[in-house]
């Protein structure tokens, strides 16, 4: 195989300061290469998607554990192993991989993210993309659909469980959704969304989809094994539950009896979901307005930001 030509400088979205993306996200024409460990790999970004945690970074929410500025941010990445480190042993040069290239999502992201030509990731935090998923949609799905498998094994979830997800159309909503049907085998899925938004819930395997503008999940009188709250309504989530069931949130602060915690990424779990996602019992849903093209990326950020976007935004192609 030919040597592939890799620049020394790329274009990159890039702030360096804090602030709202349609402040201080610029367009940078020349941002040096990341380099690249022993236990990485240079990837040829061809698409990514973006996350709440990606503007709540960019207006300075951990700023106290965040890596420097200037930065591109992005953790979700799709694209073309194109240099590897001296330990990689997965990849080779041309193979076509996803992941979330941040190892903790609030402590010290990477300087390069995905919003850029080119950006470096740990060999562990990447799997290979599956073949019957485009390059977009493989690009939307790893930090939700890490997110969700997650959260589903910190609460023991297992077949014939209930489970009633608040935020059912959203980026980990929809994971969670389809992940208790069709992997884990949930004897019944509750969630919540908006109206427009009940039908999706349905395809994707919710047997109870519930309308929040025109009722409150705690009012009703069936209770779950499990409430997954990708919200933040950690407290009224109780008043959902089967005695002995257990509450799991991804939004701070928590409440004290329920399981908060923030994804810890790892390629494994990628691998070990793609038989479920070539055999199609696992579908990546994509915002109706995806993908946005690289140059429209501060209206990407734009549209998620109004908290209305269903499953995920990505970005493509990349440049």
Request: hydrophobic share 40%; charged share 20%.
């Amino acid at each position: 195989m030919a040597a592939i030509s890799i620049p020394s400088h790329m274009k990159a979205w890039t702030y360096s300061e804090y602030g709202k993306s349609n402040e201080v996200l610029k367009f940078n024409h020349s941002v040096p290469l990341p380099e690249v460990k022993a236990d990485q790999v240079l990837i040829k970004v061809a698409a990514a998607s973006l996350n709440p945690i990606d503007y709540k970074r960019m207006e300075g929410h951990f700023r106290n554990t965040d890596s420097p500025l200037p930065t591109a941010p992005g953790y979700d990445v799709a694209g073309v192993v194109v240099k590897v480190g001296s330990e990689v042993k997965k990849f080779k040069v041309g193979d076509e991989v996803y992941g979330d290239i941040n190892v903790k999502a609030l402590e010290y992201p990477k300087v390069i993210g995905s919003l850029a030509e080119y950006t470096a990731a740990e060999e562990r935090l990447l799997a290979h993309k599956p073949q019957n998923l485009s390059i977009a949609e493989a690009a939307s799905l790893p930090l939700t659909l890490e997110t969700a498998y997650e959260g589903l094994e910190r609460t023991g979830f297992s077949a014939g469980k209930s489970i009633l997800v608040l935020g059912g159309a959203g980026g980990v909503g929809t994971h969670v959704i389809q992940l208790a049907k069709h992997v884990y085998g949930a004897s019944k899925v509750a969630a919540t969304a908006s109206t427009r938004k009940l039908e999706l819930l349905r395809n994707l395997g919710a047997d109870l989809p519930i309308d929040y503008t025109k009722e409150n999940f705690e009012d009703l009188p069936e209770k779950f094994d499990v409430v997954f709250d990708t919200v933040g309504q950690t407290e009224q989530a109780f008043k959902a539950l089967k005695e002995g069931g257990k509450v799991v949130t991804i939004v701070p602060p928590g409440f004290s009896s329920a399981i908060l915690f923030i994804l810890s990424t790892d390629g494994a779990i990628l691998e070990k979901l793609n038989p479920y996602l070539e055999s199609g019992k696992l579908k990546p849903v994509l915002d109706p307005k995806s993908p946005f093209p690289f140059s429209q990326t501060v209206e990407a950020f734009s549209h998620l930001e109004t908290n209305r976007a269903t499953g995920k935004v990505v970005v493509y192609p990349i440049p």
